[in-house]
């Protein structure tokens, strides 16, 4: 008997064997995907092990069909699928839906038809029953969603049921093939014009009625004798300005013959442009320490400051590893970030450069993962963010990991919850790559590790140009606001800097890190806040939509106009937005375009590229936004960022407060001055003395490091422990607390190291389920994995208490 070894894309910690025939075993290859049943339902699966073992613990049932002719996933990957199933402590399913396309995970969808030579008593059948049935005799089959809009009800599986019960109705599972190649309609001459002679009759028998047609005609002839290319349908219709009619009829009279070629969706071959690459002494000197590290380390840091040109390094760098016929994946922790780096990047490599992330459409993707898996010339470099590290590479020879501080790396949820800069450096050992990570301001676990002789460190402390860095200037909001000297959330300081800069034609950058309009509506009379019915957390006040809107769940309210609990008028917004920076912006500069850059304003797939072209093409005077400014975007012509209120991300009830701030900071200042003239970078506050905020005005990293290291040291935080955070959740309060104290005790018996908890978290409810963590903290010297063994253990048996079954628990590892 022959058998193989599939994941499924659910849930599932372990793989499933399934039976094949002997001519489909000797067909099939690791990594290809095979259609599946699990209790009535269809699922494509992936293939990760062929053998003759037969099952104990179940009978192995036979496959459906195998669906691809050879593998779309390879050896590396599964590998290190299975190593970040095993590190992250998730299921490997959870890691395969994570990792494909959903246009490559495909799921059956059920179909309804009607049983054949079924005998109906239509007087039997209830109202909703008949309008199915009655819809059945003018359609085959009818698919689930179907039924949903028939009947305009959501619960439609009763009624199915019903008529399955009455032997009327039949379901049956059917894979639906999602990816379709982009096929691009194209026009030729029939063959029988090809002679001079009948297409000289032709011409002279088009009638007055036909000029448009013989337009079109000459039109096609003019282009094909000066391009030599084939031309599309598309194409004749704009040059010719005619219409697809006029076309269709050259067709339908045997004058032109359609035919199609498939296209890729997304091409970068226009953007290409000659350009040599010139670096600078303190570039070129960084390249060249960059080549020697990577001859000892596997890993290197490149610590330069913002502004100091690490992307023509890169770009560099990438041409050698191109030129060894070398693929490269180039890492950003923001989509926002991948608009003007593939504009960079495509205009010195062209074609050679693909892209991967959400904003793209399952199609495109499926086109990047078959160049990717082909080894096409068209996917030697792939810019992506996190999700890219799961394309089927075979042949690495450098990942570049940019910002590498970036918590967004880090994925949160859903599973897997896996760090992209951490997980790449293994793909890289998989595939004997070099890793280079980027950053002004790196995170203390990777400095720590270049310190320490880990990685290798470059370091450039000079601007690109020799610029200088910005001069910050410190505003203090609690004497400005006693002495009168505000508008509003400006200082008369800001806005006088503002003034100059946009009387001299230069942009300004504005940083308030929350979206929306007022994070807080407040009665005046009663104190009242409006509050999410379904999470702890007031609702943020949206002024452009008029509503109150939950973060958390998308909850959303119209905006009251009296207090829901004493009926009063007087309603207060505490707290500002970037809404609310953008409409006083509006009032005090009339006359300038002002723009916000958050994620309210950036849902389409091209609004980032829009934005970010119209700053760049000096259209926007002011662009207000959140933290997806502060990182790696260059704008040469601003020479003023403005922070509004560095406070509020100090004080996070979190060991990483003062790093991120500090990072955030220089982050968002190094956008300033990033050509000839020095820049200016005004940091609002009320707490002018605080050290993080002294760091940042004087650049001081270091410093900021030491200080940093010497408290995790002693409160126990990484680098010198590995964090690993439990979360339960359920919707009944006591069940939960009463389940978090046994997981608890029974963790601090079991384990060796410190575990701190249950502790309810600042936002305790969110989408009705109440919420306890626990934090298990593994120093250096102790074995992870064997305590994640017994954390395993743990959860295995708290999953067996039948009064704690219903809790979820969701596992954090190094968290962030």
Request: proline share 3%; aromatic share 10%; glycine share 4%.
């Amino acid at each position: 008997m022959h058998f193989i070894e599939v994941i499924l894309p659910l849930s599932l910690p372990r793989t499933l064997t399934y039976r094949v025939s002997e001519a489909e075993y000797n067909y099939i290859k690791i990594g290809m995907r095979v259609v599946v049943p699990v209790k009535n339902k269809i699922y494509t699966s992936i293939v990760v092990e062929l053998h003759q073992n037969i099952p104990t613990l179940y009978e192995a049932i036979e496959i459906h069909e195998i669906l691809d002719e050879k593998p779309i996933v390879n050896q590396f990957q599964i590998n290190h699928w299975f190593w970040i199933s095993s590190y992250y402590m998730c299921n490997i399913g959870d890691v395969y839906r994570a990792a494909l396309p959903s246009s490559l995970v495909l799921e059956s969808e059920t179909i309804i038809s009607l049983c054949k030579d079924a005998f109906v008593d239509e007087a039997i059948l209830k109202n909703d029953e008949f309008l199915i049935f009655e819809a059945m005799q003018y359609q085959s089959s009818l698919k689930i969603q179907n039924i949903v809009d028939i009947l305009n009800k959501k619960t439609v599986l009763p009624v199915i049921q019903k008529l399955l019960e009455k032997n009327i109705i039949s379901l049956k599972e059917e894979i639906i093939e999602e990816y379709k190649p982009r096929l691009i309609k194209y026009i030729r001459l029939s063959q029988q014009y090809q002679d001079e002679s009948k297409l000289t009759e032709l011409l002279d028998n088009f009638n007055k009625n036909s000029i448009k047609r013989k337009e079109v005609l000459m039109h096609y002839f003019q282009t094909n004798a000066q391009e030599k290319k084939p031309i599309s349908v598309k194409y004749l219709t704009e040059i010719s300005k005619s219409t697809s009619a006029i076309i269709k009829a050259l067709v339908d009279k045997n004058i032109f013959e359609e035919y199609y070629i498939q296209e890729d969706r997304v091409n970068f071959d226009k953007n290409k442009k000659e350009n040599n690459l010139n670096l600078s002494e303190a570039q070129h000197k960084a390249f060249i320490e960059i080549k020697e590290s990577f001859l000892s380390k596997e890993v290197s840091l490149l610590h330069g400051v913002t502004s100091s040109g690490k992307t023509e390094i890169y770009t560099k760098l990438i041409e050698e590893y191109i030129a060894q016929g070398k693929q490269v994946l180039y890492l950003l922790p923001e989509i926002a970030l991948t608009t003007q780096l593939v504009s960079r990047l495509t205009q010195h490599f062209g074609n050679e450069v693909a892209v991967f992330h959400s904003k793209y459409s399952n199609n495109e993707r499926v086109e990047v993962w078959n160049q990717v898996l082909e080894n096409s010339e068209k996917a030697k470099i792939v810019i992506g963010a996190r999700s890219a590290l799961f394309l089927p590479y075979s042949n690495l020879g450098l990942i570049i990991i940019d910002e590498e501080h970036e918590q967004t790396f880090k994925q949160q949820d859903p599973a897997p919850r896996y760090h992209a800069r951490d997980a790449a450096i293994v793909l890289a050992q998989a595939q004997k790559a070099k890793v280079l990570l980027g950053s002004a301001t790196p995170s203390i676990e990777t400095y720590f590790n270049a310190q320490s002789g880990k990685f290798g460190m470059i370091s450039i402390q000079e601007r690109f140009g020799k610029a200088p860095l910005p001069e910050v200037e410190l505003v203090d909001l609690k004497e400005n606001y006693f002495k009168k000297r505000m508008k509003g959330h400006f200082s008369l300081t800001l806005i006088e800097a503002i003034t100059e800069a946009l009387s001299l034609g230069e942009q300004v950058i504005l940083f308030q890190n929350r979206r929306g309009f007022s994070p807080v509506l407040e009665c005046i009379t009663c104190g009242h806040i409006p509050q999410c019915t379904s999470c702890n957390v007031s609702l943020t006040y949206h002024k452009f939509k008029n509503q109150l809107r939950c973060h958390y769940c998308g909850y959303s309210i119209a905006k009251p106009t009296n207090c829901h609990v004493c009926s009063s008028v007087d309603i207060s917004a505490k707290g500002f937005g970037t809404e609310q920076i953008e409409l006083e912006l509006a009032e005090l500069f009339p006359t300038k375009n002002i723009k916000r850059m958050d994620q309210d304003t950036t849902r389409g797939k091209y609004s980032f590229e829009k934005l970010i072209d119209s700053f760049k093409n000096r259209e926007i005077d002011i662009l207000v936004g959140t933290q997806m400014l502060a990182k790696g975007l260059d704008f040469d012509n601003v020479s003023l960022v403005g922070i509004m209120n560095a406070d509020n991300m100090l004080y996070h009830p979190d060991f990483r407060a003062f790093e991120r701030s500090f990072q955030m900071m220089t982050q968002v200042s190094g956008r300033a001055g990033r050509s000839d003239k020095r820049g200016k970078v005004i940091i609002q506050t009320y707490n002018v003395n605080h050290n993080v905020i002294q760091q940042v005005t004087h650049n001081d990293y270091l410093g900021m490091y030491k200080e940093q290291l010497y408290e995790r040291q002693i409160y126990k935080y990484p680098p010198f422990f590995r964090l690993i955070k439990l979360t339960l959740k359920h919707k009944d309060f006591e069940k939960l607390k009463e389940g978090s104290m046994w997981l608890y005790q029974v963790m601090q018996q079991n384990l060796n190291v410190p575990v701190l908890g249950p502790e309810e978290p600042g936002i305790n409810r969110i989408r009705n389920e109440y919420i306890r963590t626990i934090m298990v903290k593994i120093p250096q010297d102790s074995s992870v994995s064997s305590t994640k063994k017994t954390i395993q253990k743990i959860l295995n048996s708290f999953d067996v208490v039948p009064q704690y079954r219903a809790i979820k628990v969701t596992v954090n590892v190094d968290f962030y």
